[in-house]
């Protein structure tokens, strides 16, 4: 049948593509692709675009890429780190969680890099679950961008992809890094005060960061100023168990925060009825139940960061 052969062709080329060293050109891209004008998105490496895989109709996203961004070498060539890093947690055994790229290409002014896209997707939070986190650092990259808009729920399926590597960088667990590619809100504090962070405490910082943006609609901490300062403010209708957690992700050191193992055990997130890490129940606590739900349903309604804003309780 037709659709099966140009499913047999799909997969002919992706396997074309991925064995070429050298990065394929513009010419190249036109034969394989189509792109829009429609933007999907843009972050501070480039744009994505709205594209179609022209052997399937397939919908795709399209990465614009410049010159002026963290090179690494790939099959001997020198590439953006980003499509180093994507092929990594690309390659095989693949998994669902980690957006995958399908083909990269060496343009004029730049580059492209093609990935799948979920044809129906949102922001959301759900990352907490850890299986992206979990995912990329079995494959030794570290993400650097934890934030809403670069997680993705497929609605159809219901699973979410973690997209946008341009961050990102090779996972060395003791190493000191002194660059932070990410935003800038959503970074540790170490890298104001010491000049330095590991890559593991800040992204538990992000995840605090992102948890704390979803329950009150926008980030706790405005500039860097405001982040060395950590003054934390809550909603009066949150449960101790959702502050409980956000405060132990967002510690004053990177040394008193959680690991992900930690976070998955709180018991905020399995809505045990002691919802702090170790603070008995008692008369006027509220019922954990009822409150991991609520605070649950806020994060499910809110598709945005921005979106919290407009919530009722």
Not at 24 to 52: C, H, I, N, P, W
Request: charged content about 25%.
């Amino acid at each position: 049948s037709r659709t099966m052969r140009n499913h047999i062709l799909c997969y002919i080329l992706r396997k074309a593509h991925f064995h070429i060293s050298s990065a394929l050109t513009m010419d190249m891209f036109s034969k394989s692709y189509a792109m829009t004008s429609t933007r999907l998105g843009e972050g501070g490496f480039g744009a994505v675009y709205l594209g179609t895989r022209l052997c399937d109709g397939k919908p795709v996203a399209v990465k614009k890429v410049s010159s002026m961004v963290r090179f690494d070498t790939l099959h001997g060539d020198q590439v953006p780190l980003e499509i180093v890093l994507l092929s990594r947690v690309s390659s095989q055994p693949s998994f669902s969680g980690v957006i995958r790229m399908l083909d990269y290409y060496r343009v004029n002014d730049g580059w492209l890099i093609v990935t799948e896209k979920p044809e129906e997707s949102q922001d959301l939070y759900d990352y907490i679950t850890s299986k992206q986190y979990r995912h990329c650092h079995s494959r030794r990259v570290v993400h650097m961008d934890i934030k809403d808009e670069n997680l993705v729920l497929d609605m159809r399926t219901g699973k979410l992809k973690l997209i946008d590597f341009g961050s990102g960088d090779f996972l060395e667990i003791d190493k000191l890094y002194t660059t932070f590619y990410g935003t800038s809100v959503y970074g540790p504090p170490e890298r104001i005060t010491r000049g330095s962070y590991h890559a593991l405490t800040s992204e538990v910082w992000s995840i605090g960061i992102l948890l704390y943006d979803m329950v009150h609609g926008d980030v706790p901490f405005g500039d860097d100023k405001a982040i060395a300062q950590r003054k934390l403010f809550f909603r009066s209708d949150l449960s101790k168990g959702c502050v409980d957690l956000i405060e132990w992700c967002l510690s004053r050191t990177p040394e008193a925060q959680p690991n992900v193992k930690e976070i998955l055990k709180h018991p905020w997130m399995s809505g045990q009825k002691d919802e702090t890490r170790g603070a008995p129940g008692g008369p006027g606590t509220e019922s954990p139940t009822h409150a991991t739900r609520r605070e649950s349903g806020r994060l499910t309604r809110c598709t945005t960061s921005r979106a919290c804003s407009s919530q009722t309780p």
